[in-house]
């Protein structure tokens, strides 16, 4: 029963790479498999005409040299349609290996792309999509094999029908004898695949001691702290366990392969001897002994040929179902409703609870409050209080667990999502720029913008910003390339001007709504100020949310709401807080203090 699952599950990957790669590239595939299939008989047929020249040369009658002539000539041409279908089989296999990587690249790119930011919380999830990646490269390799392994039955089949007239006995017997390889080949072939899935995550693990040492990111910190042999000596520890593991697996193969490796050839030198005594009996020629030995021979190589070929496919065939089942998986808890988002938009938040996915913690509790259009609201709180989670909720990166989000008087989960994201335009902490010039990186705000539109808007993006003053002084100007890594004359950027092109980025979004999660932690008091005076000046027609250490800056907000550990504490205006509100007051005193 368990058997013939297993025999579907192979059909079915051998079916799904088949679309796969029909659907990637056609024409590879086709001429692929015609290539194959004549390169696999050509030996065959190089056999059967050494035979053939052979009686010829014993016999010595008249009619001898003209068929000599004849076979001569079909010789030569096997020989020139063995060495065109190598080198064209080998341009073949580099194109279709290729056209079918990018083809797989795309659709896990894409499919990445499309999951829930819920997917970066869960290691689980790390592991499938590190599995499909890695071997994304071996899925390329399965319909080669496949056609391998269909090149090599034909070569068996040719081969046998030849023998079996001539060793019936020897031919049985080596097929025979190919059993245990195959046995052996297939079970530690899946113990090497089960062991890499169960260790993935180590693996994964080993990836990141290693991009410690390369990446750019950790170059400074790791000389700083000179910790680089203390990476240096985890990795190797970890490397060694994972290879120890390995090579334990690899060794038992091994040792089982060479013994039962042994066996054909054994059968053949019995086959030799007994075609060899039939020669001598007169019962065979000079060319059936050539016949048989080249056959056995042949035989035997490509029906070792076979079992490689097969057990790649299965090697291969588990990670085809792996991939398949991938491709299956969907991470898009969010449903999106079907309501579009009008603007300008009222936000309310009634009785919201929210835990993160897997944990038992409330991150948030009881969260009520109503924020009318073009309002603006300062959220402060101590570090962890939950203040980036409700701007998450804001955007539906993640569900409430409890109560309710209402924008417009509408529950969220009823607006398309993407409608509902174009309403918001946010800066994060840590807001990631591009590899790309200036330009490019404040234009991905909005990159279908109208083309009337763009340079105006990116004038008042840099200006909102405070960047415009950097940028201008910049040879290239908004054409500078903000990284060295991909442009010689690019520049590297200090924080400071990395966050207000993250924020031009921003204002560039013609977003009714504003979200800013400290949007002033890497600038100066200069920048700062200005930032704050931007806000309150030009964006009067959008609502702003924005996350606050500096106290210094409330004075924008209509609103000030305090979270201490996910629970809103306090809400109203500076004076009255400082009044009513210890912890506001503490957050207000600590700063202040240190001004006066
Ligand atoms: P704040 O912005 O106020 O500093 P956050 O909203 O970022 O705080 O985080 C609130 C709490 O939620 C913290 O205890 C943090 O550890 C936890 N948290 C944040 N992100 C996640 C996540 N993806 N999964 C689990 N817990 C998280």
Redesign the pocket.
């Known amino acids: 029963m368990e058997k013939r699952g297993k025999l579907r599950g192979f059909i079915n990957s051998f079916w799904y790479c088949g679309k796969l790669s029909w659907k990637a590239a056609p024409f590879y595939t086709l001429l692929q498999l015609l290539f194959k299939s004549v390169q696999a008989i050509l030996p065959v047929a190089v056999v059967w005409l050494t035979k053939e020249i052979l009686n010829c040369l014993m016999n010595h009658d008249k009619r001898s040299g003209g068929m000599l002539q004849g076979l001569f000539c079909l010789l030569l041409l096997v020989y020139i349609l063995q060495a065109v279908s190598r080198h064209v089989i080998n341009y073949l296999d580099g194109m279709q290996r290729d056209v079918i990587i990018h083809y797989i690249e795309s659709i896990i790119a894409q499919k990445a792309a499309a999951m829930d930011v819920e997917y970066?919380?869960n290691p689980k999830y790390y592991d499938i999509f590190e599995n499909v990646k890695r071997n994304s490269h071996v899925m390329a390799g399965v319909i080669d094999n496949c056609m391998m392994c269909i090149g090599f039955a034909v070569s068996v089949i040719s081969c046998i029908c030849f023998l079996k007239e001539v060793l019936p006995f020897y031919a049985a017997l080596i097929m025979i004898a190919t059993i245990p390889v195959a046995v052996s080949q297939h079970r530690y072939t899946r113990k090497i695949y089960r062991w890499g899935l169960e260790h993935t995550t180590s693996e994964r693990r080993k990836g990141y001691l290693y991009g410690v040492l390369t990446e750019r990111s950790y170059a400074q910190t790791v000389r700083l702290f000179g910790i680089g042999d203390y990476f240096t000596e985890k990795y190797e520890l970890l490397w060694k366990k994972l290879f120890e593991k390995k090579r334990n697996i690899i060794r038992k193969k091994l040792v089982w392969n060479l013994l039962f490796s042994i066996m054909p050839e054994i059968i053949l030198i019995c086959a030799t001897v007994s075609i060899s005594r039939n020669v001598l009996a007169g019962k065979n020629t000079i060319g059936d002994f050539s016949l048989c030995l080249g056959l056995i021979a042949q035989l035997t190589g490509v029906l070792h040929g076979l079992v490689s070929a097969v057990m790649n496919v299965y090697e291969n065939n588990l990670k085809v179902e792996y991939f398949m089942s991938f491709d299956r998986f969907r991470l898009n808890k969010i449903v999106s409703g079907n309501k579009m988002l009008e603007t300008p938009v009222k936000i309310e938040f009634q009785n919201v609870s929210f835990q993160?996915?897997g944990?038992r913690?409330y991150?948030l509790k009881n969260i009520s409050f109503c924020l009318e259009p073009c309002k603006k609201l300062c959220i402060v709180?101590?570090?962890?209080?939950?203040?980036?989670?409700?701007l998450?909720l804001l955007l539906r990166f993640y569900e409430v667990s409890e109560g309710t989000v209402y924008l417009n008087d509408l529950p969220i989960k009823e607006y398309d999502v993407n409608s509902l994201r174009t309403a918001f335009s946010c800066f994060f902490q840590n807001s990631p720029n591009f590899a790309f010039t200036i330009k490019e990186n404040i234009r991905l705000g909005e990159y279908d913008m109208p083309a009337e539109d763009c340079d105006e808007r990116e004038r008042h993006a840099l200006r909102l910003a405070g960047a415009d003053g950097f940028v201008d002084r910049l040879s290239h100007k908004e054409n500078t390339y903000i990284t060295k890594i991909y442009e010689e004359d690019g520049m590297e950027l200090s924080g400071g001007q990395s966050q207000k092109v993250a924020l031009a980025r921003m204002f560039y979004k013609r977003a009714s709504v504003l979200l800013l999660?400290e949007p002033t932690a890497a600038l100066d008091p200069k920048g700062e100020h200005e930032l704050f005076e931007s806000l309150k000046r030009e964006c009067s027609g959008q609502s702003v949310i924005f996350?606050s250490h500096r106290l210094s800056n409330v004075f924008l907000a209509d609103e000030i709401m305090v979270?201490e550990n996910?629970k809103i504490c306090a809400q109203g205006k500076h004076e009255e807080l400082l009044r009513s509100c210890m912890l506001y007051k503490q957050l207000y005193d600590y700063q202040a203090d240190k001004y006066l």
């Open positions: 970066y919380d993160y996915p944990t913690e991150v709180g101590e570090n962890g209080s939950g203040k980036s989670t409700l998450k999660d996350i979270l996910g």
